[in-house]
């Protein structure tokens, strides 16, 4: 029981995994949205945090990857579920994957050796850090509300949030469309 005054479960409910890579150390290149291939990722918890979906956005395009896990949100299906949805990309789009400290990454580096995507970690407690995934987060949020379970949502609807999301003109990119962004990019490098 803890005394008066004090947090219950501090450092004792949370897992903390080592060889973190913070973003203030490594990560210049890709603060700048400028270069393409830095991406955020979070997870959306469902009803009850026993659902979630996972979320990917790139930072210059503001393109946006929806990952179905459902009740799968440990951290091995996190990792399998991330690396999958990153396979169709271009190498020149999966440089760096920027993520809160939640124990879903606990699998960082397996992740990194398996896709060639550095992992690296927001400070605890600083959401500017990942601003884009913040934001892209409430956009997704007016699609699948608080409380949503994520085990009753059809990969086919989550797809579709996805296509929508891509297909909204952003101001951010001179109301341009992350689709249109991201096609644009990966021509150039045809």
Do not use: C
């Not at 799968?72 to 789009?93: G, I, Q």
């Not at 600083?126 to 601003?131: A, H, L, V, Y």
């Not at 086919?156 to 999301?165: G, H, M, N």
């Amino acid at each position: 029981m803890p005394s008066f005054g004090k947090a219950a479960g501090i450092n004792g409910n949370r897992d903390v995994f080592d060889a973190r890579i913070e973003v203030a150390i490594n990560r210049a290149e890709g603060n700048g949205r400028t270069v393409p291939g830095h991406w955020e990722g979070d997870l959306i918890l469902g009803k009850y945090k026993r659902s979630a979906l996972g979320t990917l956005i790139e930072r210059t395009t503001r393109y946006t990857i929806l990952v179905p896990l459902g009740e799968h949100k440990d951290a091995t299906s996190v990792r399998e579920a991330y690396a999958e949805a990153f396979k169709s990309l271009p190498a020149e789009l999966k440089k760096s994957l920027t993520y809160d400290q939640g124990k879903e990454m606990s699998e960082h580096e397996q992740f990194t050796i398996d896709t060639g995507i550095q992992v690296y970690f927001a400070h605890p407690g600083s959401p500017w850090e990942r601003g884009t995934n913040e934001n892209t987060n409430g956009l997704i949020r007016q699609y699948f509300p608080k409380g949503t379970d994520f085990t009753q949502v059809s990969k086919e609807e989550i797809l579709e949030v996805q296509r929508k999301l891509n297909d909204r003109p952003r101001r951010a990119l001179g109301y341009l469309k992350p689709d249109e962004v991201i096609n644009q990019l990966v021509a150039l490098k045809t």
